[in-house]
């Protein structure tokens, strides 16, 4: 595997979901001294939803200079070792990658509309979820296949 290793998560409107996991997958990579590439697209783009920057703000990530892109606007975005998606229509909507390319399906809840609390809740399980993800590639082993089989998840 090439280093550091390249992981693209993909929503839909690449507005909230997907940009704080994106978030939250740097920082525990940074946390765990793990050089890791991520980025986040959508099979849209919107624009970067007011709640996510709240909620993420709270946990001390700055989501403010994100913006909502689409693969298209990825660098090299054929060319990733795990491609995750967070959502069901992006799971389904999601391109095919080469057979080196790693996919796994991670579906959170849609938090939009929804009060600040569920936004957290949210949030609370993708920090679970890819910090699982950044230990598993740091200790070398495979990447969770889903959240319910994340070590961190099944320990709680």
Avoid at 6 to 23: D, F, G, K, P, Y
Avoid at 34 to 48: I, P
Avoid at 55 to 74: F, I, N, P, R, W
Avoid at 97 to 120: A, N
């Amino acid at each position: 595997m090439p280093n550091p290793p390249r992981v693209l998560i993909l929503c839909t409107h690449n507005s909230a979901r997907s940009q704080m996991a994106e978030a939250l997958a740097r920082e525990a990579a940074r946390k765990a001294g793990l050089e890791l590439e991520v980025h986040s697209a959508g099979t849209e783009a919107t624009r970067v939803k007011d709640d996510a920057k709240t909620v993420m703000a709270e946990v001390g990530l700055d989501l403010s200079t994100h913006t909502s892109k689409t693969l298209y606007e990825v660098p090299d975005p054929w060319n990733f070792d795990y491609v995750i998606t967070v959502c069901d229509s992006a799971a389904e909507a999601c391109p095919v990658y080469p057979g080196q390319t790693v996919r796994r399906h991670y579906p959170f809840m849609d938090p939009s509309g929804g009060s600040l609390e569920r936004w957290r809740a949210v949030r609370n399980q993708q920090s679970v979820q890819f910090g699982a993800m950044v230990q598993a590639l740091k200790d070398g082993q495979d990447v969770p296949p889903s959240y319910e089989d994340s070590p961190a998840v099944t320990a709680q």
